[in-house]
């Protein structure tokens, strides 16, 4: 009964949101007629609060529709930035909405090394402009045992990937999560090793469902979700999809995945969604979707058939 | 005094399960409500075992003998949040699948260990009335009552094995009860030092 009671509010607790961007593009919106620069606009920014400079809440215009989308219901946009698991910012789930408010994804390059024709820099901008944005509705199946719907915003990560220009050797990629203590105070504290660190054989991070994103809802990525460049895996628990990524790192060698050197028993390189493997303290057969009162049945890939064959004859109870 | 005392104490430990169903009723328990209800439950039931453990020590160093009248209260409270905890596993987690439930148990260690904490629990709520005091006996009362410091230890190490990396939680609550069971043994050891010295005394006069 509870429950029931919470969904009611909560998707009432939406309008103040929009209310708080409408306030934000009357900002921007003020700033424009004023005659005013982008450099004086964001210096009128700071002097109101460094928060209002924040770009998540801009919308993102001419979105194509993606057939890899679900039409399973969207778990409301509060519970995607009120819960969220970034331990850069906090353990707590509530922690990283208020942490993270005043994360700055401008500027923003991330660095293409390793196995590749030639060592480049990307401005996020640049890489924004890759390729038209997808709107992706997936499902995201957390190791923890609880799900989501999100309709992310991206396209496949190959895209990035073909510009990079990876050498014959490369066999993996590994992504590193921005290091910056100053501002990310969960780095203060040795809950991982910092930078967070994640890696994808070179296959998976071609396949089309690897998406690249920068976005969600329509609008561009908040920075309690990733901002301002993520990855995300649907058929992968949530860990893999490495955050406010800087660094691309083409490989021979099978990169270190944070979780996985935190705990090698509990979390593998690959982490695909299996719920015929257990996380050793807890069952993986069964999850919350958020919002919903019973359990309902993890599904192998999280439902995402088509990537078997990358792993066929692979033992993935050995390969977890 | 106590008496007028005792029922606002009482409201006391009873306002977190307040707190929590208001929050309930106001959808403030966040995106997952069930695992905010299981997190708060186990929460109170650790704070309420470490209070009940608290009292024996706070009575010695303070000569506030009276707080013994409130311990059964405090430990009572414990077993009520822990059964709490134990519902929402059984039913909002397990929704009563014996059988999932079972491999659970034997499986996890960290299930284990929090069955065990409460399983520790269910005489001391037995016992507790003066009718079991009297039928059991002061000494033989006390020594089954001491449980509870296996029931808190098990139930700490319950949190610890829960947790994914952030042991800060956990290992408070750890601390605390080091800290009461220090202070327990330092009490023993003075009072035998004591006992000893009267004795050496009073073999000395004979």
Known sequence: MLIKKAEDIRSSEITPKSVYLNRRKFLAGAAALGGVAAAAGTRLGKVLSPSQIAL???????????PFSTTETVTPYKDVTTYNNYYEFSTDKEGPSELAKNFRTRPWKVKIEGLVEKKQEFDIETILKMAPAEERIYRHRCVEGWSIVVPWIGFSLSELVKRANPTGK???????????????????????E????????????????????????????????????????PWKYGFKSAKAIVKIRFTDKQPLNTWNVAAPQEYGFYSNVNPNVDHPRWSQAKERRLGEFFKRPTLMFNGYDQVASLYSGMDLRKYF | MLRYFKPVIFLACLSPLIWLVW??????????????????????????????LSVTPLRKLTQQYWLIKLRRMFGLFAFFYGTL?????????????????????????????????????????????QWAIRKLGGKRWQALHRLIYFSAAAGVVHYIWLVKADLRKPLEYAFVLGVLLLARAIFWFSSRAKTSAVSAVEMSKS
């Not at chain 1, 993996?172 to 991982?192: A, S």
């Not at chain 1, 071609?206 to 329509?218: A, E, Q």
């Not at chain 2, 959808?27 to 299981?38: F, K, R, V, W, Y």
Request: net charge negative.
């Open chain 1, 170 to 192: 490369a066999k993996f990629v590994e992504f590193t999560t921005i290091y910056d203590p100053g501002q990310m105070p969960g780095q203060r504290r040795d809950v991982l």
């Open chain 2, 23 to 52: 929050r309930g009723f106001h959808s403030d328990l966040g995106a997952n409500p069930i695992e905010a209800i299981t997190h708060w439950t186990g929460d109170c039931t650790l704070t309420f075992l470490l209070i009940t």
């Open chain 1, 194 to 233: 910092w930078p967070y660190v994640e890696g994808l054989r070179m296959d998976e991070a071609m396949h089309p469902l690897t998406l690249l994103c920068f976005g969600m809802y329509g609008e561009e990525l908040p920075n309690q979700d990733g901002a301002p460049l993520r990855l995300v895996l």
């Open chain 2, 85 to 129: 905890h134990l519902t929402t596993y059984v039913w909002l987690d397990k929704f009563f699948d014996v059988h999932a439930m079972l491999a659970d148990i034997a499986k996890r260690r960290f299930i284990t260990a929090g069955m065990i904490a409460y399983a520790l629990m269910i005489p001391l709520a037995l016992t507790s009335t």
């Open chain 1, 56 to 66: 998540a809440g801009n919308k993102i215009a001419n979105l194509q529709k993606s």
